[in-house]
T-cell receptor, first 116, second 113 residues
Framework: AQTVTQSQPEMSVQEAETVTLSCTYD???????LFWYKQPPSRQMILVIR??????QNATENRFSVNFQKAAKSFSLKISDSQLGDTAMYFC?????????????FGKGITLSVRP | KAGVTQTPRYLIKTRGQQVTLSCSPI?????VSWYQQTPGQGLQFLFE???????NKGNFPGRFSGRQFSNSRSEMNVSTLELGDSALYLC????????????FGQGTRLTVV
């Protein structure tokens, strides 16, 4: 069974600064995807970034980048130049690339507040 | 391209009643999955359908059921509602492969009184 752990329930950052959100996971799978989702007050879960476990290069999407450490089973999200619109809950999620178990496993989430 | 559409957005029901929630996936997507989100339990997987067949199921009682139609639209039904069923119910769709990222709707907020 897979588990995803987000140990920081809340974080706060000043606008324009950089913040890193942590996530660890546990799995016996060798090939999988990792995701970060954002859930603003509007409630809609939005995909922020995706990382394939077989790729050594860390994924980047504009101001969002990840630090993927496969051996340590760590997957952190760095948000650069934080904006007020980044205020949201952020969820780390996992899915095996193959196999019958295709459900997304989520962490508990972290509430990020961006201060003006 | 339209996103995932969930209806209704809000529902208030009384204990003991039943409720049906609807989800229309992104056009061309064949997989629909359902999640329950509560402050205490976080996001919990309910079930996933692919081409009208239930492929995975979470640990929820039999009061929770679902189905998928030939046009990939899905419905989730909860019978004999309990106060603890109050939650945000999220639907997500995926494309040809179930083992990839999911795209979510805005959810249905169910309140049981």
């Amino acid at each position: 069974a897979q588990t995803v752990t987000q140990s920081q329930p809340e974080m706060s950052v000043q606008e324009a600064e950089t913040v890193t959100l942590s996530c660890t996971y546990d799995t016996s799978e060798s090939n999988y995807y990792l995701f970060w989702y954002k859930q603003p007050p509007s409630r809609q879960m939005i995909l922020v970034i995706r990382q394939e476990a077989y790729k050594q290069q860390n994924a980047t999407e504009n101001r969002f980048s990840v630090n993927f450490q496969k051996a340590a089973k760590s997957f952190s999200l760095k948000i650069s130049d934080s904006q007020l619109g980044d205020t949201a809950m952020y969820f780390c999620a996992f899915v095996p690339i193959t196999g019958a178990n295709s459900k997304l496993t989520f962490g508990k989430g972290i509430t990020l507040s961006v201060r003006p | 391209k339209a996103g995932v559409t969930q209806t209704p957005r809000y529902l208030i029901k009384t204990r003991g009643q039943q409720v049906t929630l609807s989800c229309s996936p992104i056009s061309g997507h064949r997989s629909v999955s359902w999640y329950q989100q509560t402050p205490g339990q976080g996001l919990q997987f309910l079930f996933e359908y692919f081409s009208e067949t239930q492929r995975n199921k979470g640990n929820f009682p039999g009061r929770f059921s679902g189905r998928q139609f030939s046009n990939s639209r899905s419905e989730m039904n909860v019978s004999t509602l309990e106060l603890g069923d109050s939650a945000l119910y999220l639907c997500a769709s995926r494309g040809a492969s179930m083992n990839t990222e999911a795209f979510f709707g805005q959810g249905t907020r169910l309140t049981v009184v």
